[in-house]
């Protein structure tokens, strides 16, 4: 077994990929556990053989969460399937600023373009008193977060709709919403291809899908309400400068663990 993990290991450090990946392959071959395959003193031929063909699919790109089918975002375990975006580490950090603002103690909130349910979810496991709405116009993204919300009970208000779906009288609007510029497509990573260019991009700036949240969410908030974005460094200056101009306060672009400029945060005076 031995030589299966160190061959394992050794194909994706050629490859520039985590070596830790090696493990994960092989419990997922064998069907076990992390720890358990490990363990596991010989494998089968059939496992093996299993391994090699997960090698060459994550060697060619597709991304690991997705061969898993799971990934752990804030200490949730959320399904993940193709098509349907992979919640990022940088979302966590979205989440921890919605959860240190001053809400009021049983907030509405809304989650916009939800994916796999993971912002919403996540704030309805911290804040049970929250009543939590998300929005997201992709039929697949949106069966996958009911059934995320569904394994880990939590209840969530979930809508088949654009940008705010028409709610008002919000604490809070919330979004990771797609912010790549287009023409980041021809650069990115092997691993976005499998994700849906729905979720990733928006237009030139990338602000096409921000924009007219921005705009929306201040009908949708009660005043003091807040608004928070996750943008890409490039353009979240860009729109911070016209929340600015608008009549917006407390504007305020913030970074995140890299240091990047990351998250908008403004909110509709009280
Ligand atoms: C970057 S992904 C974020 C997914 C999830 N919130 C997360 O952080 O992992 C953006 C999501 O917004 C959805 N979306 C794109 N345009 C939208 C729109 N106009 N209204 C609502 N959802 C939208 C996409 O389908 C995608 O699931």
Known sequence: MVGLLGLLRRRLREAGLP???????????????????????????????????????????????????????????????????????????LVELALALPLPQKPRILDVGTGSGAIALALKAHLPEAEVHATEIDPRALALARENAQRLGLKVHFHPAPLTGGLKGLDLVVSNPPYLPAGYRGEAPPELAYENPLALYAGEEGLSVARPLAEEAWGALKPGGYLLLELAPENAPLLEEELRAGSWEEVAVLRDLAGRDRYLRARRPP
């Open 19 to 93: 070596e830790a990946e090696a493990l994960d392959l092989l419990a997922l071959a064998l069907g076990k556990g992390r720890l358990e395959a490990l363990l596991t003193r010989e494998v089968p031929k059939e496992a093996e053989e299993k391994a090699l063909a997960l090698l060459e699919k994550r060697l060619r790109g597709y991304p690991l969460q997705y061969l898993l089918g799971e990934v752990e975002f804030f200490g949730l375990p959320l399904k993940v399937e193709e098509g349907v975006l992979i919640p990022r580490p940088e979302t966590e950090g």
